[in-house]
T-cell receptor, first 113, second 116 residues
């Protein structure tokens, strides 16, 4: 089975500090996409950042950036200048040629004031 | 941006009855939609892939006769939970594939189903 692994069930960070959430994945495809989604208590899935596997440059979206290591099949998310509104469950996901998304088990992020 | 409207947001039904959940793409055509189930504090589990005009493809272990999926138009996919039981109580989420080639996903807001 092609899996996505998030090894940190919970993480906490102080407001304004930086935190990194880890994700590793398994795939036999050469062309695929990687995503980080945020799920706040409302349970609406919100796209945080997206990376195409064929791109070597790491994706960034304002305070959010990724460290994409294709050979190691690693896709970590860095949140800079953490804000209280960043507190949520974060899911790493991989999409392949069949468009199916495989999700990791999630990391619950707490932001301490 | 692309929006998927999911209804109802919450539903309570009696054991043995059926419940229909709708997902509608508001400003784009959704050829492919996915249905997920999420238990509290757990990840999203893919139940089935819904393709417009064809039969849904179910993941292993998902009962086709219990979870009926219909994708009769490019903007509407429905999930019907038939003969619901308390163990079917869960959070159900749909998503639609958006774009071609450089694709993405738009998620509905989810439906909390409680079977009593």
């Amino acid at each position: 089975a092609q899996t996505v692994t998030q090894s940190q069930p919970e993480m906490s960070v102080q407001e304004a500090e930086t935190v990194t959430l880890s994700c590793t994945y398994d795939t036999s495809e050469s062309d695929y996409y990687l995503f980080w989604y945020k799920q706040p208590p409302s349970r609406q899935m919100i796209l945080v950042i997206r990376q195409e596997a064929y791109k070597q440059q790491n994706a960034t979206e304002n305070r959010f950036s990724v460290n994409f290591q294709k050979a190691a099949k690693s896709f970590s998310l860095k949140i800079s200048d953490s804000q209280l509104g960043d507190a949520a469950m974060y899911f790493c996901a991989r999409g392949g040629s069949n468009y199916k998304l495989t999700f990791g088990k999630g990391t619950l992020l707490t932001v301490n004031p | 941006g692309a929006v998927v409207s999911q209804h109802p947001s919450r539903v309570i039904c009696k054991s043995g009855t059926s419940v229909k959940i709708e997902c509608r793409s508001l400003d784009f055509q959704a050829t492919t939609m996915f249905w997920y189930r999420q238990f509290p504090k757990q990840s999203l589990m893919l139940m089935a892939t819904s393709n417009e005009g064809s039969k849904a493809t179910y993941e292993q272990g998902v009962e086709k006769d219990k979870f009926l999926i219909n994708h009769a138009s490019l903007t509407l996919s429905t999930l019907t939970v038939t003969s619901a039981h308390p163990e079917d109580s869960s959070f159900y989420i749909c998503s639609a594939v958006t774009g071609q080639g450089n694709y993405g996903y738009t998620f509905g807001s989810g439906t909390r189903l409680t079977v009593v």
